[in-house]
């Protein structure tokens, strides 16, 4: 065991992040979710998966951390689209572990202080990767940004600005069946949960064009046992639409949903691009963009193949009983954090499909009716000896909300947050880690056959682990890791950024050694020369109804 203590330093950093995280979570939770299913007990395996990760990720954080720095992971999150984004650093990251903590006290098991080295070193992880990820803007949070999440360099936007196909009816109809097709699979794949989809943007095009990512994610045979065979034929396993917008008001949450005004926004959209990428790629690659009819045809294919596999996964959960169906709901939402292990090559699919003993002592107890009380009471009523606080507080979000009512009593004075108290400052007494080496765990679920499918094939966990140690991007050394958009502003002559956009810009239908120097101006003139419109003309004839 660790003889770590925590400085008084480290105690308020902590509490600052669990008040934030408090005032986020309830936010999101009272009004941009549902936890509501029709095929899988979604608040059994909803509140449980809470407790497996509080037991869970610490470990796993610590053997990753190893091999690759939170800073890395950050790094790396940003110039792909992978599992692991602006919805799952968050919901893994924070939510799921805190969120357990909070359910152990609330049920007595633990005490505010209780594994209080875990709960400094979770904490501190998920504030390095999400600085690192977030640092052109500087946000931890969209809910503090404005529900923006403003992650991507200026070099990537500028191949999506450039390279993106102007829409016309046969291409909108193929983004409208890729999309329908994807979101429905990757529902089920999750267990009717979205961990499997994620966003990021909106961004700036000048007049009111917006461009913003969709991503859609873990669609072929991965660490979900369930995956095997059914997901064998879809070719990628991670998939990006890039969509320019126009006049459509746009915002992404911390749970990496965009959310649009008008929410039927498609006759909106004026261009598309796909991309693909996973962790051992370091752009997102173009997808069926040689010409916009192969693009129109390889949404098509993708989305056919997607279909095809909807109909065996939901064979597949539906023989399912409510045991086994609670356990890949908690599995599914924890997998959340599973690129850590696979970037790492730490990645052992036992620690990814089995439940913790000290969750399953609670099965009996999470049943549909208490895990929506329990549910109730973090987010909405703060009742009960821990969801209550001092008489005198006023929960942020609650008072917000309060504040344009008439003839209203004040909310109840609680939060979903427990401080640790400052007390353990006098003399340490508290537990350090929830768990310190090899903890009971079990599946009743069936064991993954298959292999791991990537960009540059199938993998053993073996050939993965031994790829993922190997791996190298100049992106992620120096000079060009520490090139954000702040150096580019004042350094964009330098030689080296130079180089770095010419790298990003290697696959680039239409940017392909243009180097650093762009601004939107050029890139409408090549868009031109190109003998394609600027999506400001492309803006005015959808206006004009053309």
Same mark, same amino acid.
Request: avoid cysteine; glycine fraction near 12%; aromatic fraction near 12%.
């Given at each position: 065991m660790s003889e770590w203590r925590i400085s008084e330093e480290q105690l308020h950093l902590v509490n600052t992040a669990l008040a934030e995280h408090d005032d986020t979570i309830a936010r999101n939770l009272m009004t941009r979710t549902a936890q509501e299913s029709k095929l899988f007990p979604m608040l059994p395996y909803f509140m449980m998966s809470f407790m497996q990760a509080y037991y869970m990720y610490p470990g796993i954080i610590r053997?990753?951390?190893?091999?690759i720095s939170?800073? /890395?992971?950050?790094h790396r999150m940003r110039n792909s689209s992978i599992q692991l984004g602006t919805l799952t650093s968050n919901m893994g990251g924070q939510l799921l572990y805190l969120q357990g903590r909070?359910?152990?006290i609330k049920l007595g098991v633990l005490r505010p202080e209780d594994n209080l080295e875990d709960l400094w070193y979770v904490t501190d992880w998920h504030e390095r990767v999400m600085s690192t990820y977030r640092r052109n803007e500087g946000h931890i949070w969209t809910d503090s940004a404005g529900d923006l999440s403003h992650v991507l360099d200026e070099r990537a936007l500028q191949v999506f600005e450039a390279d993106a196909y102007e829409v016309d009816d046969e291409l909108r109809a193929a983004v409208g069946r890729f999309s329908a097709v994807a979101s429905q699979y990757s529902f089920l794949v999750y267990c009717e949960s979205r961990v499997g989809m994620d966003s990021n943007g909106p961004y700036n095009l000048g007049g009111q064009r917006l461009l913003h990512l969709r991503n859609f994610l873990t669609l072929g045979e991965s660490g979900l046992p369930w995956m095997d065979d059914v997901a064998k034929d879809i070719p990628y396993q991670n998939l990006t639409l890039a969509l320019i917008t126009d006049d459509v008001r746009i915002e992404v949450t911390d749970f990496g949903t965009a959310y649009t005004v008008p929410e039927a926004y498609q006759e909106h959209i004026l261009g598309v691009g796909l991309y693909t990428s996973d962790i051992f790629s370091d752009r997102l690659i173009p997808v069926g963009m040689g010409s916009k009819k192969e693009l129109i045809d390889t949404l098509g294919e993708i989305a056919a193949t997607i279909k095809a596999a909807i109909t065996p996964l939901h064979r597949r959960f539906a023989a399912m009983? +409510? /045991?086994?169906?609670?356990?890949a709901g908690i599995l599914a939402y924890c997998y959340a954090l599973s690129d850590i292990s696979f970037m790492s090559g730490t990645y052992d699919q036992a620690e990814w499909e089995m439940i913790d003993d000290r969750v399953r002592r609670l099965w009996p107890l999470y049943n549909e009716e208490f895990g929506t009380a329990s549910f109730m009471s973090d987010y909405i009523t703060y009742d009960g000896l821990h969801g209550a606080a001092g008489e005198y507080l006023v929960h942020p979000y609650s008072y917000r909300q309060w504040r344009p009512g008439a003839d209203?009593?004040?909310?109840?004075s609680g939060r979903v947050a427990q401080l640790v108290p400052a007390f353990v400052l006098n003399d340490h007494d508290y537990s350090r880690r929830a768990s310190d080496g090899a903890t009971s765990t079990r599946s009743d679920l069936a064991r993954k056959t298959s292999t791991y499918q990537f960009l540059e094939g199938r993998l053993t966990q073996d050939e993965l682990n031994a790829k993922a140690r190997a791996y190298t991007s100049p992106l992620l050394q120096a000079p060009w890791r520490n090139f954000d958009d702040a150096s580019v502003k +004042?350094?964009?002559? /330098?030689? /080296?950024?130079d180089a770095m956009y010419r790298y990003t810009q290697e696959t680039s239908r239409l940017l392909r050694d243009r180097g650093s120097t762009l601004v939107r101006a050029d890139i409408e003139r090549i868009r031109k020369e190109a003998g394609e419109p600027t999506w400001a003309e492309v803006s005015v004839k959808l206006r004009a109804g053309g």
């Open positions: 053997k990753a951390s190893e091999y939170p800073e /890395d992971v950050g909070v359910e152990l009983g +409510f /045991d086994r169906m609670t356990e209203m009593e004040l909310p109840k +004042f350094g964009y002559g /330098d030689p /080296d950024v």
